[in-house]
């Protein structure tokens, strides 16, 4: 059975710093890759970074771009959500999701597992 917990959320002020993360049971790893969308009230999840587990390499929204960096730990099974210079507009429910789709970004709809979220609130 395949689980994402996420965690990290909190509560903090614009320019402060979170750390998100993401502990994945159950997946083969090497064959997959990670994504970390957020949705906010009355709007639709979108992406925000993807990572693949072998190469590493990694994605970004435009807005998050030199704020946001995604990591993993192959050894833990978990991936990261490194937030600086946080913004009210960031403010936001956060999900990882895994997904088999390595080739290239993949679709929100072709993520096929999601954590619960975590809520992330930014104060101005």
């Known amino acids: 059975q395949v689980q994402l917990v996420e965690s990290g959320g909190g509560l903090v002020q614009a320019g402060g710093s979170l750390r998100l993360s993401c502990a994945a049971s159950g997946l083969t790893f090497a064959g997959s890759a990670m994504g970390w969308f957020r949705q906010a009230p009355g709007k639709e999840r979108e992406f925000v970074a993807h990572i693949s587990w072998i190469a590493g390499r990694t994605y970004y929204e435009d807005s998050v771009k030199g704020r946001f960096t995604i990591s993993r730990d192959n050894a833990k099974n978990t991936v990261y959500l490194q937030m600086n210079s946080l913004k009210p507009e960031d403010t936001a429910v956060y999900y990882c999701?895994?997904?088999?789709?390595?080739?290239?970004?993949?679709?929100?709809?072709?993520?096929?597992?999601w954590g619960q979220g975590t809520q992330v609130t930014v104060s101005s």
């Open positions: 999701a895994a997904t088999w789709i390595v080739s290239r970004i993949p679709t929100r709809n072709e993520y096929t597992y």
